[in-house]
C-alpha cells in the first residue's frame, strides 16, 4: 500500500493486487487462482515485474453484454506495397491464433526493404492474445527485440509490461505489434537505434492491417509520435494528438508517449498523462476502474 505520492510505475502496480482484488471479488466472487497468482507476484515483488512477465493464465475482466464487432478493415487502396506472397483465403474453420501463424510464416522471410532483410536477425511479428481486446503498437524493433523475435522486450518494453500490469491486465491479455517489423538499420559501425523511415513504415503497413484484421481488437494504443505517423501515414506531434480519440479504419485508436520517452523523462506529469490516456482506454474497453487506479501519479493534495 502507498502512503505517499507515487513516482513510477513500479509504485503503481504494487496496489494493484488490494485495487483488484476488491473489484473482482465484488463484481463476481474470489479471483480465480490465476488472477490473484499473478497479482500476488505483483503485490509480492514489484521490482520484478521489470522482468519480461512469465505467461499468465489471467484473463481480461469479463464482460456481460457481447461487444459490436467492428466491419473488416480493407487494405488501403492506395498502399504501394504488395503482400509478401499471395494471400491465401482463410479457412472458415481457422482460429484467430492459426490466422496469424500463418501470416507469420508469410512473412518470415520478406524481402521488400533489402537494407532491412539484410541486417535483421528476426522478423518481430507480434506477441500476446490472438484474440485481445487491446492492441498496442509501436515503431520498431530494437536492437534487444531484434535479436529475441518479440516486440518490447527491452528497457522500454519492460515499463510497457508494468503500464499494461496497472491497467489490471497481463502482457498475454493484449497484443503488442511494431508498425515496422524488422530492425532498422543502422549505418556501418554505429550502435543504438534509428527511427523508422516513413517509406519503411508504408511498405510494412499492410502487414500490420493484416494482424489488427485477424486480432480485431476493440482498442489500439499508438505508442509514441512514429507509430502514430506510420499508422495515419502523416506525421504526428503528441502533445496534440494525445489524450483523444482518432480512428484506425474503423477501429478506435489512442495516441500516448513511447515508454521510452518516459525513461528519459521520469516526471511525474508526463507519467500521469500516459496514465490518463490509459484509463481512457479502460474507460473505453468498459472495465473496471478503482479509486486507487484513478489516483495514480497524481499530486498528494490533489
Ligand atoms: N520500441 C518500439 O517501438 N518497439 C519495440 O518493439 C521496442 C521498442
Not at 503485490?43 to 453484454?65: I, V
Request: net charge neutral; charged share 25%.
Amino acid at each position: 500500500m502507498l502512503a505517499g505520492p507515487m513516482n513510477s510505475f513500479d509504485q503503481a502496480v504494487s496496489v494493484v493486487y488490494d485495487a483488484l482484488s476488491a473489484i473482482r471479488t465484488n463484481a463476481s466472487g474470489p479471483l480465480p487462482r490465476a488472477d490473484r497468482a499473478a497479482l500476488e507476484r505483483l503485490a509480492s515483488a514489484p521490482e520484478a515485474a521489470g522482468a519480461p512477465a512469465p505467461a499468465p493464465e489471467a484473463k481480461l475482466p469479463s464482460r456481460s453484454q457481447p461487444e459490436p464487432q467492428p466491419a473488416p478493415i480493407p487494405v488501403r487502396a492506395d498502399a504501394s506495397a504488395k503482400p509478401a506472397a499471395p494471400e491465401p483465403a482463410a479457412e472458415p474453420s481457422q482460429s484467430q491464433a492459426e490466422r496469424l501463424e500463418a501470416l507469420r510464416q508469410r512473412f518470415a522471410e520478406c524481402g521488400k526493404c533489402p537494407n532491412l532483410a539484410g541486417t535483421r536477425t528476426h522478423v518481430v511479428f507480434g506477441v500476446g492474445n490472438p484474440e485481445a481486446r487491446l492492441m498496442f503498437v509501436g515503431e520498431a524493433p530494437g536492437a534487444d527485440e531484434d535479436r529475441e523475435g518479440e516486440p518490447f522486450v527491452g528497457r522500454a518494453g519492460q515499463l510497457l509490461t508494468k503500464i499494461i500490469q496497472a491497467m489490471g491486465y497481463e502482457r498475454s491479455d493484449v497484443y503488442i505489434a511494431n508498425v515496422l517489423k524488422c530492425r532498422p538499420d543502422m549505418p556501418p559501425g554505429e550502435t543504438g537505434n534509428r527511427k523508422p523511415r516513413p517509406d519503411e513504415m508504408a511498405t510494412c503497413l499492410p502487414y500490420l492491417i493484416e494482424q489488427i484484421e485477424i486480432i480485431r481488437p476493440r482498442c489500439l494504443v499508438a505508442l509514441g509520435a512514429t507509430a502514430m505517423e506510420g499508422l495515419l501515414g502523416e506525421p504526428a506531434v503528441m502533445r496534440q494528438v494525445r489524450g483523444r480519440w482518432h480512428k484506425f479504419r474503423d477501429i478506435p485508436l489512442m495516441a500516448t508517449y513511447h515508454p521510452a520517452y518516459l525513461l528519459r523523462n521520469q516526471s511525474m506529469a508526463e507519467k500521469r498523462k500516459v496514465w490518463e490516456d490509459m484509463l481512457l482506454v479502460l474507460e473505453k474497453l468498459g472495465d473496471p476502474i478503482s479509486a486507487k487506479q484513478r489516483g495514480y501519479f497524481l499530486p498528494k493534495s490533489q
